[in-house]
């Protein structure tokens, strides 16, 4: 079956660095997509792999391991403003996205 | 970038009543719309692929005679909830795949700001 896992909730502190993890099983795959989502908004767009390896977008940065089914967000100097769900979502053969959970951030002062 | 103008962002209705709601997309054409439900704490759940011209393809377990969709244009797809019950209150989203501009050349998900359906 098709399946994302993803922590449900971390903590981290602000000006820190976090990392969220994400594992995946999809039938075929057409890249992994990270979205930020505030409580009671609509997500928003933050990262797109399809290649091995590391894509760094300002203080976000994200990688991928298509043959482990592994990614993970890297978020530096983080903000207040931070404090959101990360979801996970892998675009399967048919390019749908199977999306994770997401993972709850929670930045303290 | 590409925007997806969704409306209402809010809406409360009584139990019986239809609810519409649309997704515009700006500045590109859509030939496709995705339609989400969002629980409260919980991920996206796909309800329906919507393209335009020709009638929408739903998920399996999503009523489409409760759930109508259309896509009249390649700007505009509206979903309509018919006759609401207090259980189809959620947090409805839809969204469209517009080209990231990145050197991938990838279609990214452009999200509507939501519509919180609450029925009563």
């Known amino acids: 079956g098709q399946n994302i896992d993803q922590p449900t909730e971390m903590t981290a502190t602000e000006g820190a660095i976090v990392q969220i993890n994400c594992t995946y099983q999809?039938?075929?795959?057409?890249?992994l997509f990270w979205y930020q989502q505030h409580a009671g908004e609509a997500p928003t767009f933050l990262s797109y792999?399809?290649l091995d390896g590391l894509e760094e977008k300002g203080r976000f940065s994200s990688f991928l391991s298509r043959s482990k089914g592994y990614s993970y967000l890297l978020l530096k100097e983080l903000q207040m403003k931070d404090s959101a769900s990360y979801l996970c979502?892998?675009?399967?053969?048919?390019?749908?996205?199977?999306w994770g959970a997401g993972t709850k951030l929670i930045i303290k002062p | 970038g590409a925007v997806v103008s969704q409306h209402p962002s809010r809406v409360i209705c009584k139990s019986g009543t239809s609810v519409k709601i649309e997704c515009r997309s700006l500045?590109?054409?859509?030939?496709?719309m995705f339609w989400y439900r969002q629980f409260p704490k919980k991920s996206l759940m796909l309800m329906a692929t919507?393209?335009?011209?020709?009638?929408?393809?739903?998920e399996q377990g999503v009523e489409k005679d409760k759930f109508l969709i259309n896509h009249a244009s390649l700007t505009l797809s509206t979903l309509t909830v018919t006759s609401a019950h207090p259980e189809d209150s959620s947090f409805y989203i839809c969204?469209?795949?517009?080209?990231?501009?990145?050197?991938?050349?990838?279609?990214?998900?452009?999200f509507g700001a939501g519509s919180r359906l609450t029925v009563l």
């Open positions: 969204s469209a795949p517009a080209t990231s501009g990145s050197s991938s050349g990838a279609n990214v998900l452009t």
């Open positions: 500045d590109f054409q859509a030939t496709t």
């Open positions: 919507s393209n335009e011209g020709s009638k929408a393809t739903y």
């Open positions: 999809t039938s075929g795959f057409n890249g």
């Open positions: 792999n399809v």
């Open positions: 979502a892998s675009m399967d053969s048919n390019y749908q996205l199977i």
